[in-house]
């Protein structure tokens, strides 16, 4: 195995065949994601079913719940469709697919409007378009430990409310229905995470983040916005350029990601991601 920590943060790691899972590869994998927060495997050679064995060995997976769709187009239940195509293959072109996608545009954590939320994303390539399309992800232990400690003092112990529909809502999705926030309720979670293998805090942030708990409105959106800002400066960002075949393990609890923009009604974008919950449901979906 050979591993080459990337500028800002995050890691490439070459030689280690994820297609077969042991308790030693598991292993392996725990620690590079402990250290480094992102990691990028590149030429996987993982199909739908290799991927979501891979992810089987970091706890419970999520399934992707059909929000704006009437079917999936992946056959398996632990795949989320991050991608801009049909069942049939074809561009997805209608509008409130469209706005919904755009919502990734923002900065985010995945499903920290869950209870359960969770630890890992793993994002498999299966087709990018020619230009455009990266992914940024920025450093979240890494911005809290830069914060001035009156910043920190200032929001250690604060509870923020994260809904999906709120990062939709900025984005141009309509408002939900009652049926989407029955659904998918929304969460209360710490703004400073204390992380639950490396016990390092990290500023647990999101667009999801409709408030902070306890605070009027107008203190609590220029809080969000003054930690975004500063959580996601250039010094704490990598930038991934997708090759078809990269998988990008990243850990939910200690980074933030984005997708940037590409011509999307021009070129298909086909990308697959299992979520590993971070707390198991008791009664699994
Ligand atoms: C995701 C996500 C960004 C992208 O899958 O969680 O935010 O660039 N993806 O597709
Ligand atoms: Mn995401």
């Given amino acids: 195995m050979d591993v080459k920590p990337l500028a800002a943060f995050g890691a490439e790691i070459t030689g280690l065949d994820l297609t077969r899972p042991s308790p030693a590869l598991a292993e392996t994998c725990f620690r590079l994601f402990d250290t480094y927060g992102v990691c990028v495997f590149r030429d ?23 929000i704006h769709t009437r079917a999936h187009r992946l056959s398996l239940p632990e795949l989320f469709d991050a991608g801009n195509l049909n069942a049939d293959g ?6 409130r697919s469209r706005l919904f996608s755009k919502g990734n545009q923002l900065w985010h954590t995945d499903s920290s409007f869950r209870p359960e939320r969770s630890s890992y994303s793993m994002l498999l390539a299966h087709i990018t378009p020619p230009e455009g399309g990266d992914t940024e992800f920025a450093d979240m232990r890494a911005a809290y430990r830069a914060l001035p400690d009156d910043m920190k003092a200032r929001i250690e112990g604060l509870e923020a409310e994260h809904t999906i529909w709120h990062s939709r809502k900025l984005a141009g999705y309509p408002d939900a229905s009652e049926r989407e926030t029955t659904m998918i309720p929304g969460a209360r979670q710490p703004l400073v995470l204390v992380h639950p293998r490396t016990g390092e805090k990290a500023l647990y942030l999101a667009r999801h983040i409709a408030r902070i708990i306890g ?71």
């Fill in 44 to 66: 996987t050679g993982l199909d739908d079913a290799a991927h979501v064995a891979f992810s089987y060995q970091f706890g419970q997976l999520e399934h992707a719940p059909l």
């Fill in 215 to 285: 605070l009027p409105k107008d203190e609590s959106d220029a809080l969000i916005d003054e930690l975004i800002a500063f959580a996601t400066q250039p010094q704490f960002v990598y930038v991934h350029q997708w090759r078809v075949g990269d998988l990008l393990v990243w850990d939910n609890l200690c980074t933030m990601h984005r997708a940037t923009p590409f011509n999307d009604l021009g070129y298909p974008r086909d990308m697959r991601r299992t979520t590993v919950r971070d707390r198991p449901l008791e009664i699994p979906a």
């Fill in 90 to 95: 074809t561009i997805r072109s209608d509008e």
